[in-house]
């Protein structure tokens, strides 16, 4: 539901037709959906406004954003009353996810259509949310891990490489570089410098 949100929302704003057709279109849709939800979970307490008052707050509207961040409310309102699942909580078991699979070779159009999503919308999503791209998000949890282990002290660089997912070490010297700003050997050699040499 999420996702055709998302994409009505790109739609609407691409449209040519004036605010009065597309004010319009969206009470139809809006109640239509409100009958559809109330017929499927007819044993859930959904707490919808009335027919007026829907159409009260579309007409009353005088920009697109405040109609779609009120159909934006209510949609969570319905995945709430529903147990569906909200999108901050798709969000953070995809985080979850990261978190366990990042050592092997994830990619976003891999783990999209796990979570009900397409590869497009989540990028966008992950992006809005969070502050940077999921490749980003993923190289940083991989160069995070990589620290601790070069901390350790135990196995070669080339090995960490691998352990965290880079098969190519050189690929892997350029990501650890671009975020933190030193190679591997240079943090590893800075872990363990005496404090009076720093």
């Known amino acids: 539901m999420a996702e055709t949100l998302f994409s009505l929302e790109e739609f609407l704003y691409n449209v ?20 559809k939800v109330n017929h499927t979970f007819c044993s859930a307490e ?6 007026s008052e829907i159409i009260r707050r579309i007409d009353q509207s005088r920009y697109l954003y405040e109609i779609i961040l009120f159909i934006s409310a209510q949609t969570e309102m319905i995945m709430n009353a529903t147990g569906s699942p ?56 991989k160069i995070e891990y990589s620290k601790e282990l070069l901390k350790e002290n135990r ?29 591997p050997a240079e943090y590893r050699k800075s872990m363990f410098t005496p404090l009076k040499n720093r």
């Open 16 to 35: 040519k037709n004036d605010i009065s057709s597309v004010k319009l279109f969206l009470k139809d849709l809006f109640l239509r959906i409100k009958e």
């Open 155 to 183: 196995l070669k660089v080339y090995e960490i490489a691998e352990q965290v997912g880079y098969n190519n070490v050189d690929y892997f010297h350029k990501k650890f570089k671009k975020y933190t700003g030193m190679s």
């Open 46 to 51: 959904i707490p919808f406004p009335t027919n």
């Open 86 to 141: 909200s999108r901050d909580n798709i969000l953070d078991d995809i985080l979850y996810y990261i978190d366990h699979n990042f050592r092997n070779n994830i990619k976003l159009e891999g783990i999209a259509p796990l979570f009900g999503y397409s590869s497009t919308y989540l990028g966008k999503i992950f992006n809005r949310t969070f502050g940077e791209s999921f490749n980003s998000y993923v190289d940083h949890r």
